[in-house]
């Protein structure tokens, strides 16, 4: 058996996907009724509800298990003392083999959320138990938040759109997680970076006006926006200028519909404050710094193909939504 923590997220559920198309027995370990519903109907054998942040549940949850995926809810800052229970869990449990979802750069100071995972890599490092680390660049998905406004002409984001970041497709993350879980041999304690492809902003934005066949221009909203709206007026009205030139008599749907989807995207509005505070300072970072690839050579070997190109992504992802790629 599997265990999948994390199994709600994106992440998770294409892990859940791959592994039951291997034929592997995988348990999701989820939140709610709602999340438990999304992991059986991705293939979970066995699905837990529980809080991840309650050792007793966790321990539930290893009952059985050989090999284990960790993937940390983005709505918790704090992931140290959870690592410490999948540890207890795990040894108590005969759990084997532990892959964690980490981020690429842990070594960044002024990102909490980044050197919090570099601190739970060395926590599953000293615990004995074989481990792997996935050290994720910035994922080629997190745009798709702002799929109806790209519709429209525009793709805003809150960071600088000169900013250089390194992306990777999550589905070639979960691939690799999903190899990994499979054939841990050869994978103990071993850190992997996950990178595909440098871009900025302008550049993802000519890719997807290719695709789209209008033009989309990359738009900045202020970090701040993220919690305050109001902090970014200024930059919604650049929006639908941008849009209206982009697509006309089209934009004003697209952008109304972008407004109702990216309000509260991933639940923002819902998390804790430090939460938030957290999120917004990983934007500003990303704002004034960009975020570098890691060692680019690593996950075509993982993957035994070429990793997916950011214009790959694009095609599919249009093609999902029912966009006929230019």
């Given at each position: 058996m599997i265990l999948v923590t994390g199994a709600g997220g994106s992440v998770g559920h294409a892990v859940?996907?791959?592994?039951?198309?291997?034929?592997?027995?995988?348990?999701?370990?989820?939140?709610?009724?709602?999340?438990?519903?999304?992991?059986?109907?991705?293939?979970?054998?066995?699905?837990?509800?529980?809080?991840?942040?309650?050792?007793?549940?966790?321990?539930?949850?290893?009952?059985?298990?050989?090999?284990?995926?960790?993937?940390?809810?983005?709505?918790?800052?704090?992931?140290?003392?959870?690592?410490?229970?999948?540890?207890?869990?795990?040894?108590?449990?005969?759990v084997e083999h532990i892959v964690y979802h980490s981020v690429i750069h842990p070594e960044i100071t002024e990102?909490?959320?980044?050197?919090?995972?570099?601190?739970?890599?060395?926590?599953?490092?000293?615990?004995?138990?074989?481990?792997?680390?996935?050290?994720?660049?910035h994922f080629m998905q997190n745009y798709l938040d702002f799929w109806e406004f790209m519709q429209g002409g525009v793709l805003p984001y809150p960071s600088s759109p000169n900013s250089v970041m390194g992306v990777v497709d999550a589905e070639d993350v979960s691939e690799v997680a999903a190899n990994i879980l499979v054939a841990p041999e050869g994978h103990e304690n071993r850190t992997y970076d996950l990178s595909s492809e440098e871009l900025d902003r302008h550049e993802m934005a000519r890719i997807w006006s290719d695709v789209l066949g209008h033009h989309v221009s990359a738009v900045r909203l202020p970090p701040a926006s993220l919690q305050n709206p109001l902090r970014g007026a200024g930059a919604l009205v650049t929006v639908v200028a941008k849009s209206l030139l982009s697509t006309k008599i089209h934009a004003p749907?697209?952008?109304?519909?972008?407004?109702?989807?990216?309000?509260?995207?991933?639940?923002?509005?819902?998390?804790s404050q430090d939460s938030r505070d957290c999120y917004e300072r990983m934007m500003n970072y990303y704002d004034k710094n960009g975020l570098p690839a890691g060692d680019m050579t690593e996950l075509p070997k993982l993957l035994g193909r070429p990793a997916t190109t950011y214009r790959e992504f694009a095609v599919r992802e249009a093609a999902r939504r029912g966009v006929r790629p230019r």
């Open positions: 859940i996907r791959d592994l039951n198309g291997r034929g592997e027995k995988v348990r999701a370990f989820v939140k709610d009724e709602k999340q438990a519903k999304g992991a059986r109907a991705d293939g979970a054998t066995d699905v837990v509800i529980g809080d991840i942040r309650s050792a007793a549940d966790v321990l539930a949850a290893t009952v059985g298990v050989r090999r284990l995926f960790h993937v940390h809810p983005t709505s918790l800052v704090h992931e140290v003392s959870i690592a410490e229970d999948i540890v207890a869990a795990c040894l108590a449990n005969g990102m909490f959320h980044h050197q919090e995972k570099g601190r739970v890599e060395e926590v599953f490092r000293r615990s004995g138990i074989a481990c792997t680390n996935l050290r994720a660049s749907q697209h952008v109304i519909r972008g407004l109702q989807q990216s309000s509260n995207a991933r639940g923002i509005r819902n998390w």
